[in-house]
């Protein structure tokens, strides 16, 4: 099993739309979990962060971890045509220091105006 | 805002040749490291960087790869003799709390 599983997609949504992003994990070490927006062959972009389980929410987006089913999520509200990129999810054990992160392979999410 | 930084933008090399990316991170930050992200692959780890010493490196930082502090900025990343899957994205990020990522050189070996 895959340390971390994303569905690449692609997806395609209607602008206005709520959008469901989801990855999963095996391994319980991870604490830390981040979602990257990516635009095309640009770097990574750190769009949220949340530690163990929870919800987090700034403006539109909203991050979820749910550890006892090794699941994180991320929903946009109201998505726009610039919220189109590939968004990847990332994982580590601790925050900060010299810990590598795990990514997912990367959603790539259109919206249409 | 304060961003990591890197050149060149695009590198285009032969096989066998050297190759130097670099990177300035961000300046009161005190971890580096060097990603790689081939195309239509995930982001891969290839190496974490403190106090002038690697901390961790992934089973694809052979002997072919070196990370190097020169100076108090900059921060690089060098493939002695590069193969043909050599080809990629490779990222530089540095790290207070979170990490965050460079634009990326995009390495293109013929």
């Known amino acids: 099993q895959k340390e971390v599983e994303q569905d690449p997609g692609p997806l395609s949504v209607p602008e206005g739309a709520i959008v469901s992003l989801n990855c999963t994990y095996s391994?319980?070490?991870?604490?830390?979990f981040m979602w990257y927006r990516q635009y095309s062959r640009k770097g990574p972009e750190l769009l949220m962060y949340?530690?163990?389980?929870g919800n987090k929410e700034d403006g539109r987006f909203t991050a979820q971890v749910d550890k006892s089913s090794k699941y994180i999520s991320l929903f946009i509200r109201d998505s726009q045509p610039s919220d189109s990129a590939t968004y990847l999810c990332?994982?580590?054990?601790?925050?900060?220091?010299?810990?590598?992160?795990?990514f997912g392979k990367g959603m790539k999410l259109t919206v249409n105006p | 805002e304060p961003e990591v930084t890197q050149t060149p933008s695009h590198q285009v090399t032969q096989m066998g040749q050297e190759v130097i990316l670099r990177c300035v991170p961000i300046?009161?930050?005190?971890?580096f490291y060097w990603y790689r992200q081939i195309l239509g692959q995930k982001v891969e780890f290839l190496v974490s960087?403190?106090?002038?010493?690697?901390?961790?490196k992934s089973e694809i930082f052979d002997d072919q790869f070196s990370v190097e502090r020169p100076d108090g900025s900059n921060f690089t990343l060098k493939i002695r003799s590069t193969k043909l899957e050599d080809s990629a994205m490779y990222f530089c990020?540095?790290?207070?709390?979170?990490?965050?990522f460079g634009p990326g050189t995009r390495l293109t070996v013929l």
């Open positions: 990332a994982m580590s054990k601790t925050q900060g220091g010299s810990e590598k992160l795990v």
């Open positions: 391994n319980s070490a991870f604490q830390y």
């Open positions: 949340t530690y163990s389980s």
């Open positions: 300046s009161n930050h005190l971890y």
């Open positions: 960087f403190y106090n002038n010493e690697i901390s961790e």
């Open positions: 990020a540095s790290n207070y709390n979170e990490q965050f």
